[in-house]
């Protein structure tokens, strides 16, 4: 049976959707269309490749994730030259090992640009900084004159994983500028929208699979430090579009996968954390597709 699929953002903790894809293979279930933002991109981005759960998760059992932190090289000391790379280059990290990793494994599937997919097959979310609004890909990519046929799939997830002052932006050169393009996690974490409308007959059974409690009990935040209510603030930022938008009647068709404990950027997690989250993430899905009625 074909459904169509969104999977959410939320970094390092994306281990898990591995673990809900595998449960949904297992059950026989098919994606037609598929939409994702940040980790979420990445994987949906692989699954509309045509990987099975099981190779994606020996293409990441493979991935040294640690080389996704590649640091600029400087003669600087430590802590300045990173200070210095945030204000110049807006990003502690370059990002590009992730974008060159993304195109080898795509490729290997035969997928470089979105006219490689059937249309409408992979959507990703970012978020254009600079005109101040969400960047539907490949959806949108015509407003800034760019063919969408043309476009690097995996420089659209990479987009979409650009969480902010952690990687570089990407800078998308139009006829109008520079514009600075950032996590589609600022705007809409999970896009679910995209496929469920309210009053829009659905084409087929939309799920959706998020990393985090149910909108109804989600987290208290503590706020005693600065830092603290930076992360709050990015927190509700992320989850403000979504939640207004996803009622009672959408959650009946969400897979929801706390990750309570672990952070978005804990690129150092273990190999036995990581099986921790895939087997959560598989588990929870499990249980969740015995009641789904779709």
């Known amino acids: 049976m074909y459904i169509d699929g969104v999977f959410s953002g939320g970094g390092i903790k994306g281990f898990a959707l591995i673990g809900a ?37 020996q293409l990441l059992d493979e991935l040294d994730v640690k080389k996704l932190l590649d640091e600029r090289k400087s003669w600087l000391p430590g802590p300045l030259a990173k200070w210095l790379h945030l204000y110049w280059k807006l990003g502690l990290y370059k990002g590009k090992y992730l974008e060159i990793w993304l195109e080898e494994k795509l490729r290997i599937k035969g ?38 046929w043309s476009f690097s799939v995996a420089k659209a997830i990479r987009m979409s994983c650009s969480l902010p002052f952690f990687f570089e932006p990407i800078k998308l050169y139009t006829g109008d500028g520079t514009n600075i393009i950032v996590d589609g996690g600022v705007l809409s974490n999970f896009p679910m929208w995209l496929f469920d409308k309210e009053n829009v007959k659905k084409v087929r059974p939309v799920l959706g699979i998020k990393l985090s409690e149910s909108f109804q009990d989600h987290e208290r935040h503590q706020i005693n430090n600065g830092i603290q209510m930076f992360e709050a603030i990015f927190e509700t930022m992320k989850d403000a579009h979504d939640a207004r938008y996803i009622s009672r009647k959408h959650e009946k068709n969400i897979i929801f996968i706390p990750t309570k404990g672990v952070l978005t950027t804990e690129f150092n997690l273990s190999e036995k954390d990581k099986l921790a989250l895939i087997q959560l993430g598989k588990d929870r899905a499990a249980e969740f597709l015995k009641r789904w009625a779709y």
Request: charged share 20%; proline share 5%; hydrophobic share 40%.
């Open 111 to 148: 997928i470089r640009t979105f006219k490689d997919l059937p249309p409408q097959t992979l959507r990703i979310i970012a978020s254009d900084l600079s005109n101040g609004k969400m960047l539907v890909l490949p959806d949108d990519l015509e407003k800034y004159g760019i063919p969408w």
């Open 21 to 57: 894809y595998e449960a949904i293979e297992a059950r026989g279930l098919q994606f037609k269309r598929l939409a994702g933002t940040s980790a979420g991109s990445i994987v949906a981005g692989l699954i509309a490749a045509g990987y099975t759960s099981q190779e994606v998760y």
